[in-house]
């Protein structure tokens, strides 16, 4: 079955720390740019962070700037989203998925149509 598949989440305090992981069944994530996007209830999805297939490239919203990180591991073809200091308003439902699309730039990465496979989300909630 090819699928992604989100982990890590939780509940966390304000303040505190989470790492996310995306990884694929069915196939390998290693050939693929990879974006975590969220959405909270009530909210559009909004894109969050972006990593070229050769994590040479990285893209954040400006909101989450300065305190996540994404990152990739190849040889657990696995990609993270390091959260720290985390605020009530990053609670949401956080997604990964596969880049479908070339050229994409720090001006278009968050476009939801580029995307075309989505995993089924891992909550996270920021809350004391």
């Known amino acids: 079955q090819v699928q992604l598949v989100e982990s890590g989440g939780g509940l966390v305090q304000p303040g505190g720390s989470l790492r996310l992981s995306c990884t694929a069944s069915?196939?390998?994530?290693?050939?693929?740019?990879i974006a975590w996007f969220r959405q909270a209830p009530g909210k559009e999805r909004e894109g969050v962070s972006y990593?070229?297939?050769?994590?040479?490239?990285?893209y954040y919203a400006d909101s989450v700037k300065g305190r996540f990180t994404i990152s990739r591991d190849s040889a657990k073809s696995t990609v993270y989203l390091q959260m720290n200091s985390l605020k009530p308003e990053d609670t949401a439902v956080y997604y990964c998925?596969?880049?479908?699309?070339?050229?994409?730039?720090?001006?278009?990465?968050?476009?939801?149509?580029?995307?075309?496979?989505w995993g089924q989300g891992t909550q996270v909630t920021v809350s004391s």
């Open positions: 998925a596969t880049d479908s699309t070339e050229r994409t730039t720090g001006s278009n990465w968050s476009y939801r149509y580029k995307y075309n496979r």
């Open positions: 069915g196939f390998t994530l290693d050939y693929y740019d």
């Open positions: 990593i070229s297939r050769n994590a040479g490239s990285t």
